[in-house]
């Protein structure tokens, strides 16, 4: 079975600091995704990393895929309350189908 | 653009009774997908249909059916809602391949009592 593990579950920071989330497995992946997903919304996509050990950036994110595509992570500098959100890693499943962590709660208060 | 709709948006049902949340898609993807969001436990995936014709069980299928239509719209059952089944409800979808971006609707805010 893949499963996608996130850490942490929870992050509650002040606006201006920096921070990473992580997302691992056993398995090896053919790519990873990151989610967004705002309250009373469905996610959003913000990156999807295909090569082992490549980075991504979007603005103040950027985005790494292990070298062994078995892990990724999400680095934020200088968080804005408006990064605050649910953060989720999906990737693909054996049989057509798309796995999600159990995402990672950030709370960036001014 | 409309993108994934999603209807009902919120549901109350007493235990025991069913209904059919229902999700249509714009975009001419092949694949669509039911998921619940608990609390700490982020999207289990209850069903998927990888294309129109075909269905096949996810993670936690049990006490949930599923009708892919046509290729717009896929639809989740309850045949006789329980307490456990109270969540979040999402569908998507998302073109064929294994990096393609997934399209999600609001969700159903679903309470079984």
């Known amino acids: 079975t893949q499963l996608l593990e996130q850490s942490p579950q929870f992050l509650s920071i002040q606006e201006g600091e920096n921070l990473t989330v992580y997302c691992n497995s056993s398995?090896?992946?053919?790519?990873l995704q990151w989610y967004r997903q705002e309250p009373g919304e469905g996610p959003v996509l913000l990156v999807t990393?295909?090569?082992?050990?490549e980075v991504k950036k979007l603005k103040r994110l950027t985005f790494q895929f292990g070298d062994a595509r078995k892990d990724s992570s999400l680095h934020i500098t200088a968080a804005q309350p408006g990064d605050t959100g649910l953060y989720l890693c999906?990737?693909?499943?054996?049989?057509?189908?798309?796995?999600f962590g159990k995402g990672t709660k950030l709370s960036v208060k001014p | 653009n409309a993108g994934v709709t999603q209807t009902p948006k919120f549901q109350v049902l007493k235990t025991g009774q069913s209904m059919t949340l229902q999700c249509a898609q714009d975009m001419n993807h092949n694949s669509m997908y039911w998921y619940r969001q608990d609390p700490g436990m982020g999207l289990r995936l209850i069903y998927y249909s990888a294309s129109e014709g075909t269905t096949d069980k996810g993670e936690v299928p049990n006490g949930y059916n599923v009708s892919r239509l046509n290729k717009r719209e896929f639809s989740l059952r309850l045949e006789s809602a329980a307490p456990s089944q109270t969540s979040v409800y999402f569908c998507?979808?998302?073109?064929?391949?294994?990096?393609?971006?997934?399209?999600f609707g609001q969700g159903t805010r679903l309470t079984v009592v």
């Open positions: 990393v295909v090569t082992g050990g």
């Open positions: 999906a990737g693909p499943g054996s049989q057509g189908n798309l796995i």
């Open positions: 398995s090896v992946f053919s790519s």
């Open positions: 998507a979808s998302r073109r064929t391949g294994t990096t393609t971006e997934a399209f």
